[in-house]
């Protein structure tokens, strides 16, 4: 079946530019996380949502960025007045319960501020 | 908080040869404890996972003993084969934290036949 998508699978924005990134999950998954991964590192939480509650988001590095899940299945993360420091691979993956552990990822978005 | 320390890379070895990347956590409760894979190109895929002490995951030839005196989850793998190049990532989630997946650095494997 479907695994989970992102769009766009990259991204140039110029330093200052808002951008949004869409995650499309597994149909019928109740979690989903998004994850920041800089280059050379591992992901990074940023935020999790039980169908469209976002019961944590203390990973989100500051007030610029926001995500929201508003009917329970698709996500978009942005990111407002993007700074060089935002540029990394930006990773979705979603669980079919909110009790289980394993998840599910998508392809990523790499972003790249100029 | 919790961490994940994982062998640095690159990790370079010759077809066939036995293979051990090492990773070691810190937790505070009991976590459950994943290998994850990126090959080339491709999105992360869980590759195994244990989810109490002394449980061996394994899958695809790997293996993988959650080892709670030396909180430890090496990962072994008997023969390797060329296609098992990849950037290996090991993480644990606790449900104290909602289950996100707190993850080492990456260990990148090559194999050379």
């Known amino acids: 079946g479907a695994g989970v998508s992102q769009s766009p699978r990259y991204k140039v924005a110029k330093r200052g530019q808002d951008v949004a990134l869409r995650c499309d999950p597994i149909?019928?998954?109740?979690?989903l996380f998004w994850y920041q991964q800089a280059l050379g590192q591992g992901p990074e939480f940023l935020t999790y949502?039980?169908?469209?509650?976002?019961?944590?988001k203390s990973g989100l590095p500051s007030d610029r960025f926001f995500a929201e899940r508003p009917e329970g299945s698709v996500s978009t993360l942005k990111i407002q007045r993007t700074q060089q420091e935002d540029s990394a691979v930006y990773l979705c993956?979603?669980?079919?319960?909110?009790?289980?552990?394993?998840?599910?990822f998508g392809p990523g978005t790499r972003l790249t501020v100029t | 908080g919790d961490s994940v320390t994982q062998m640095e890379g690159p990790v370079t070895l010759s077809e066939e040869a036995f293979l051990t990347i090492n990773c070691t956590y810190t937790?505070?409760?009991?976590?459950?404890l994943f290998w994850y894979v990126q090959y080339p190109g491709e999105g992360l895929q869980l590759l195994l996972k244990?989810?109490?002490a002394d449980d061996k995951g394994s899958n695809k030839g790997f293996e993988a003993t959650y080892r709670k005196e030396t909180t430890s989850f090496h990962l072994e793998k008997g023969s390797v084969q060329v296609s098992d190049s990849a950037v290996y990532f090991c993480?644990?989630?606790?449900?104290?934290?909602?289950?996100?997946?707190?993850w080492g650095a990456g260990t990148k494997l090559i194999i050379k036949p």
């Open positions: 949502f039980q169908n469209e509650a976002q019961l944590d």
């Open positions: 937790a505070t409760g009991y976590p459950s």
């Open positions: 244990a989810t109490k």
């Open positions: 993956a979603s669980s079919l319960r909110d009790r289980t552990y394993e998840q599910y």
């Open positions: 993480a644990l989630s606790e449900a104290d934290s909602n289950y996100q997946l707190i």
């Open positions: 149909s019928g998954h109740v979690s």
